[in-house]
């Protein structure tokens, strides 16, 4: 297992902390920031929560409730599974962990400070949990110093909630930095929808429905119209079992799709949601899991170039028939007269 310290930036505190939420079963997840992040970062969730010893455990590194035995490696099927996120993060801020599950009476409320246990005391709450990190990297100096202005940490939280966002439409995702609400994207039918709300109706207009299947595998996406494609930054979001993750290999099969139908140097934006058997993909290579390994990674580009290539002929025969339906029809009356109709 590829793991390591996940804590870099106010953004991989939110990652870590927004996927134990999406991993609760969450229908609503409220992220709040302090000074970027850089000052405080507050995580709140309705999820199925925790019980106390549970609550105490999820502190202890390498404690996990997501896998029992070494063969659940082979069968992820939540974001989290290695016991890293919760106690790296406690380690370097002060932590106040809050949680109740339903069929408790009362919530548990933990108190650590640079990865030591210090209050622990009951918590009338409702059900879920919320998370609040302060003083990130108050004792790890050297860390602190790489931070970025304000304005740049809290721009890559909102990308970072933005992919998480996208992967599952049916959860409600909220954004404040400060008093400003940076997103406000309330629960949705589906990824078109997703991505209307994120970024407007004629973004989220221009796409194109792709959908295929294999042996096995399951890819669905949204892509650009060719004619919508521009140069410039192109959204790419790529998610496997609702993971979102990096392979530039999958873009360039999918932009091969495109061939002659985008001008050189256009950009296309791209949404594909793939689905495998837990077995045909290892979440385990990289520290962050951004990277991901297949085991028929050349047969899944093919079907990445193919799908896309297939959903824009489809799009095109179709732009085509609507032309022909509209275009004027010259009819001759029984009188010989012509006249045009639509």
Not at 104 to 119: A, C, D, E, K
Not at 169 to 191: E, K
Not at 311 to 339: K, N
């Amino acid at each position: 297992i590829a793991a390591g310290e996940v804590v870099e930036r106010p953004a991989s505190v939110v990652k870590e902390l927004v996927e134990n939420s999406l991993d609760a079963r969450a229908s609503r997840v409220e992220v709040a920031l302090m000074r970027g992040g850089k000052g405080g970062i507050r995580v709140s969730d309705d999820g199925i929560g925790m019980g106390r010893e549970d609550a105490l455990l999820s502190l202890d590194r390498h404690a996990t409730s997501k896998i029992s035995s070494s063969s659940d490696l082979s069968d992820i099927r939540t974001f989290g599974f290695r016991g890293e996120a919760l106690p790296s993060i406690a380690a370097v801020s002060r932590l106040n962990l809050d949680t109740r599950e339903a069929d408790q009476g009362v919530g548990t409320r933990v108190v650590v400070n640079g990865g030591l246990i210090g209050t622990i005391e009951d918590s009338p709450r409702q059900r879920g949990t919320t998370v609040e990190v302060r003083n990130l990297f108050f004792n790890a100096p050297a860390r602190a110093k790489f931070l970025k202005p304000v304005s740049v940490e809290a721009r890559t939280v909102s990308d970072a909630l933005t992919g998480l966002a996208l992967a599952n439409p049916r959860v409600s995702f909220m954004l404040t930095s400060g008093d400003r609400r940076l997103l406000d994207l309330p629960a949705v039918d589906d990824a078109a929808a997703r991505v209307s709300q994120v970024w407007g109706p004629e973004q989220g207009g221009a796409l194109i429905l792709v959908s295929t299947e294999d042996t096995g595998l399951e890819l669905k996406g949204l892509i650009q119209r060719p004619d919508a494609a521009k140069p410039g930054l192109g959204r790419r979001y790529l998610f496997v079992n609702g993971r979102p993750f990096k392979a530039q290999k999958l873009v360039q099969a999918a932009e091969r799709g495109y061939r002659t139908t985008i001008p050189q140097g256009a950009r296309p934006w791209m949404f594909f949601y793939l689905q495998v058997a837990p077995g045909v993909v290892d979440v385990n290579v990289h520290p962050t899991k951004a990277e991901v390994r297949f085991s028929e990674a050349s047969h899944i580009e093919d079907l990445f170039e193919s799908a896309v290539r297939s959903a824009l002929a489809d799009q095109m025969s179709s732009a085509t028939l609507d032309r022909e339906l509209a275009a004027p029809r010259l009819l001759v009356h029984e009188s010989g007269e012509q006249f045009k109709v639509r």
